[in-house]
């Protein structure tokens, strides 16, 4: 048995119900993790948890309130070394035989000091280890936003890239890509067709949303991430975090309609379902989650402030092509993943493909 210590990205559920589902499968190790805000209410009723912030975005009118991120992440690192010490103290404390981070901040640069192997294991760095053929008007946006993966939250010396699409990987990193994790509640779910629209937005909020859908569709909308009382407004249900009510949603819906995350994406995928995504312009990882979709026929990307009626008109009129693509693909890169974990773990280096 080895000891763990993995870092793990606070906000959001996604990078934390990824470092469960590992931990849970690879229970011959023992795990301790390292994280902030919401992934410490997911991680700490099976595993023990402790607490140091992590950088992260801040997000207003579908947009990234650069600013306030700026203004989040500027006492941490003026005081970077105080909580790299404070990383290193849980390190002789629980004596790691190695370390893994998802886009967590402080725990490969306390590896690094200590001299231990550190995986990073996340989706973002598709960005910076991979190579891209990018539009003309994504190039400066992936050059300036790929400063957070290339240099804030840098590729450690082994990484392991999760997602539904598979770029080739640059030769001076160290990488492999596999499909993505799904958790066992996901990979439970018998998928059907009972007509409704799930509508998911996790960052950040745009009223054109709502409007869209009432003057767009006939079909029932479920949707979730609007802070606001559980209620109806014509075809619009507004719904309150369950995720049981969620999942059933999302095995029985005709798509998806959400923002960039890589999480749903790949869920809806494995399900079936096509996507209408609407990433936030200035997250590249979103961006490019976007543009995969489309060019793999996967569904169609749009603006949010721009949503017509004839839109997702022609969005409809494509879904049984989306639908017979989708069905070509791998989408659950479990048993993979868990493999090449374990591999990490017990030798302390990625095996090479």
């Known amino acids: ?93 629980f004596k790691p035989d190695v370390c893994m981070t998802d886009l967590e901040y402080f725990v490969p640069r306390a590896a690094e000091r200590a001299g231990l192997p550190c995986l990073t294991l996340d989706h973002q760095h598709v960005i910076t280890c991979c190579r891209h053929c990018l539009p003309p008007g994504m190039w400066a946006d992936a050059l300036l936003q790929g400063i957070t993966p290339r240099w804030l939250f840098r590729p450690t ?117 096509p996507i209408l995504a609407l990433p936030i312009g200035a997250m590249v990882e979103q961006r490019l989650n976007a543009l995969y979709v489309e060019r793999l026929n996967y569904g169609m990307q749009a603006d949010i402030r721009t949503l017509t009626p004839d839109m997702l008109k022609k969005f409809e009129g494509h879904l049984p092509a989306y639908r017979a693509a989708i069905a070509a693909g791998n989408f659950c890169g479990n048993e993979i993943v868990f493999g090449l974990t374990d591999a990490f773990i017990k030798s302390g280096a990625l095996p090479l493909a």
């Open 1 to 93: 048995m080895a000891h763990v210590l993995y870092g793990i990205h606070g906000t959001g559920h996604g990078h934390a119900m990824r470092g469960l589902t590992i931990a849970r499968r690879l229970s011959q190790h023992n795990f301790l993790f390292v994280a902030s805000d919401d992934a410490t209410k997911v991680l700490e009723r099976e595993f023990p948890v402790r607490r140091l912030p992590n950088l992260g975005t801040v997000f207003h009118n579908y947009k990234v309130d650069f600013s306030a991120t700026i203004a989040r992440a500027t006492p941490l690192l003026l005081k970077q070394q105080g909580y790299i010490r404070q990383a290193l103290s849980i390190i002789d404390e």
């Open 157 to 273: 010396s082994d990484n392991l890239i999760v997602s539904f699409y598979a770029p080739p990987v640059l030769p001076r990193c160290k990488a492999r890509v596999a499909p993505p994790i799904l958790r066992d509640s996901v990979l439970a779910l018998s998928s059907g067709d009972e007509g409704h629209i799930l509508v998911y937005q996790s960052n950040s909020i745009h009223s054109n949303l709502i409007d869209f859908l009432r003057r767009a569709t006939d079909r029932l909308c479920y949707v979730y991430g609007y802070r606001r009382a559980e209620g109806r407004e014509g075809n619009v249900v507004f719904m309150k975090k369950n995720e049981e009510v969620f999942l059933r949603l999302l095995a029985g819906c005709a798509y998806v309609i959400q923002g960039g995350s890589h999480t749903l994406m790949s869920e809806a995928l494995h399900l079936g379902k």
